[in-house]
């Protein structure tokens, strides 16, 4: 079995780094915003939540969120309650295309059927 030689590539860095630096015209300032009052609210309602949760047996969560997935079925099919009742007018007027329907029999009357697949005994 032959084995590879690794062949490992070396490469030269600068040290020091260059002073100055290239600038397009258009330069933007990034200013570090300060934290706003809503944004400590958030976060000290946040922890009390997350708090509360901890606190809470399995049961109660497990019911926790099956009530918050029942409120957002129900909040969805509230939203698009137009929708589905257009939906329901239109399943229950029927089709509504020129296509005609399918029927049991040959297409031309004068046609014999095919004789029955298989063996007849």
């Known amino acids: 079995m032959t084995t590879r030689k690794s062949t490992t590539r070396r490469t030269s860095r600068s040290t020091s780094r260059s002073t100055t630096r290239s600038r397009s015209t258009s330069t933007r300032r990034y200013t570090r915003r300060r934290t706003s009052v809503t944004s400590t609210v958030g976060s000290a309602l ?22 918050v997935l029942v409120i957002g079925a129900a909040y969805i099919l509230w939203s698009h309650r137009a929708e589905l009742a257009a939906a329901t007018q239109d399943a229950a ?3 509504q295309d020129a296509t005609p329907a399918l ?19």
């Open 103 to 121: 029927q049991d029999g040959p297409a031309d009357p004068g046609a014999t059927p095919a004789p029955p697949m298989g063996p007849t005994a």
């Open 46 to 67: 946040g922890m009390l939540v997350v708090t509360a949760l901890l606190n809470m047996t399995w049961k109660a969560r497990i019911g926790l969120v099956l009530l």
């Open 93 to 95: 007027a029927g089709p």
